[in-house]
């Protein structure tokens, strides 16, 4: 049977623009059923009469400007997932245009760069079977959209030579996200001969990438409701994320020296349950029933989470990161990172180091260690011919003190 063609809708207010997408998307439709709409009206018709999967719009159009539309379109069908593309420059016009936007494209438009950026968003609809959720994630007001300082510093990291000084500056403006970034920088596993007091002394030691993440995940951690459950430790999650984190980095620090490599696992292991953030604070009289379920049978979360919502938060959360448009292997390591056998990728990765330190972290602070540490997947260590390195993993991972030394909590 062949898939199902994709639903693609493109409105822009300049008719010389519709038909060059037109001519550049010629070759994709095999893939793709497009369809182009010159105003945002004429796109909310369409909309009320075909089920479109993405919708691709300017953002400075006349009468009902690009913000307004996708606003509007996140109200009524959520489903849609949302990309926006302007030529303007003005930077407030931009940041506001975020909420209501999934991703964002820079005019002139690139056909790989397009073409890429929808097949990505498309194939994200696959890895969500739960429509409901599906609808949750991307109507999703606070999380969807990542902070204005987080797209201050991927704008600096894009730029042809990114300055550690003003990514320190950016960072420096929020003084809780500074503290929370030199607690992390100043865990026992640097192992530094002093600590560090200035986010340029952070950056420096371990790079933009990951501080860029860091910054994303604080700032979500901040969004979240405590109260919403009863029972709950949303700093017992942070600790885990930092302390996966770390020790993922670690795990690929002793296997080899690539750094990006590091980067990867580092920002993966703080983004890894992101997912259960998302759950937590839309759907907690449900997250409690998974919580009481995973309880009362002996089994973990994630399994309770599928019975509950028929997903979980791994794939809730790479789903999450994916519209954002993180790096397509972070987005991997996050889904997968219970069940890393079932990735088609079969090599050392981000994954397997967030799949392992995910359970060390775990073992580190659980009275049940053994059983929890015998939840690593050894079938898919043994195809990667890793199933020995398990040991020093362990011996180097479990001496990491995660805990900061000063008083965070």
């Not at 070759?27 to 999967?53: I, R, T, Y």
């Not at 950026?117 to 969807?144: F, G, M, Q, T, Y």
């Not at 997250?287 to 379920?293: K, N, R, V």
Request: charged content about 25%; some cysteine.
């Amino acid at each position: 049977m062949k898939p199902k063609k994709k639903c693609i809708l493109f409105v822009d207010d300049e008719r010389n623009i519709l038909n060059s997408l037109r001519r550049m998307l010629f070759p994709m439709q095999k893939e793709w059923e497009m369809a182009f709409a010159a105003s945002g009206q004429e796109a909310l018709k369409l909309l009320d009469n075909k089920v479109f999967d993405v919708i691709v719009s300017d953002l400075r159009m006349p009468e009902m400007d690009g913000f307004q539309l996708l606003t509007e379109v996140r109200e009524r069908y959520p489903h849609v997932i949302r990309v926006a593309f302007s030529a303007q420059t003005d930077q407030e016009y931009t940041l506001r245009s975020l909420g209501p936007i999934h991703q964002y494209l820079s005019k002139p438009l690139n056909h790989n760069d397009m073409r890429n950026a929808i097949k990505r968003v498309c194939s994200l609809h696959d890895l969500l079977s739960n429509s409901r959720l599906r609808n949750l994630v991307s109507r999703l007001e606070s999380l969807p959209s990542p902070t204005t300082l987080f797209h201050r510093l991927v704008k600096e990291l894009e730029s042809p030579e990114p300055s550690l000084k003003n990514i320190s500056k950016i960072i420096a403006e929020d003084q809780g996200m500074t503290t929370k970034i030199l607690q992390f920088v100043n865990s026992a596993f640097f192992g530094l001969p002093r600590r560090i007091t200035r986010p340029e002394m952070a950056v420096n030691l371990i790079g933009i990438n990951v501080i860029t993440a860091l910054a994303l995940t604080i700032h979500i951690f901040r969004q979240i409701n405590q109260g919403k459950l009863a029972g709950f430790s949303l700093d017992r999650l942070w600790q885990h994320s930092k302390g996966t984190s770390i020790i993922a980095r670690s795990i690929i620090s002793i296997e080899t020296d690539d750094k990006n490599l590091a980067d990867r696992a580092s920002t993966s292991g703080l983004l890894h349950d992101i997912g259960r953030l998302i759950l937590i604070d839309n759907l907690p009289k449900q997250y409690s029933e998974a919580l009481a379920l995973a309880s009362s049978e002996e089994i973990p979360v994630f399994e309770a989470e599928r019975e509950i919502f028929n997903s979980t938060h791994a794939e809730v959360g790479a789903y999450l990161l994916g519209l954002w448009g993180l790096d397509d292997l972070i987005v991997e390591a996050v889904a997968y990172h219970h069940w890393p056998g079932q990735c088609s990728a079969k090599n050392f990765s981000a994954l397997t180091a967030v799949h392992v330190a995910n359970l060390i972290e775990h073992s580190n602070t659980a009275e049940n260690r053994d059983d929890i540490i015998a939840q690593i997947d050894m079938k898919y260590l043994s195809e990667l011919g890793l199933e020995n390195r398990l040991p020093e993993w362990q011996r180097v991972c479990c001496s990491i003190n995660t805990e900061e030394s000063d008083n965070e909590r």
